[in-house]
């Protein structure tokens, strides 16, 4: 099994960047094979789809809530996949999850989380 660790998030103001990082380890080989994808969990909300890319890194797809500001890249030599958050607003709030390997937007398709990371955006 792949371990998936978030990390980068913190608090920022409104209009700020945040760039997080999720870092696999365990089974690197199928990370780096594989989509992977952003989520998200405000509180009190449901778990959402933010953001995925294929394993080349050659197409990505965003959520229309994010496009436009925020970009999902990967380093497979580093097991790594980025997700550069521009723009903030107070709505991105939540804490952010990576996932490997993607398998649709609905949350429900996963059954193996990392710990997270939190956003939080002052207004």
């Known amino acids: 099994q792949v371990q998936l660790v978030e990390s980068g998030g913190g608090l920022v103001q409104a209009g700020g960047s945040l760039r997080l990082s999720c870092a696999a380890s365990g089974r690197t080989r199928i990370a780096s094979s594989y989509a992977m994808a952003w989520f998200r969990q405000a509180a009190g909300k449901e778990r959402e789809f933010v953001a995925s890319i294929t394993w080349s890194g050659g197409s990505t797809f965003s959520a229309d809530s994010v496009k436009g500001r925020f970009t999902i890249s990967r380093d497979n030599a580093k097991n790594t996949v980025y997700l550069q958050m521009n723009s903030l607003k107070p709505e991105d709030t939540a804490v952010y999850y990576c996932?490997?390997?993607?398998?649709?937007?609905?949350?429900?398709?996963?059954?193996?989380w990392g710990q997270g990371t939190q956003v939080t955006v002052s207004s």
């Open positions: 996932a490997v390997p993607y398998r649709g937007n609905d949350p429900a398709l996963y059954d193996h």
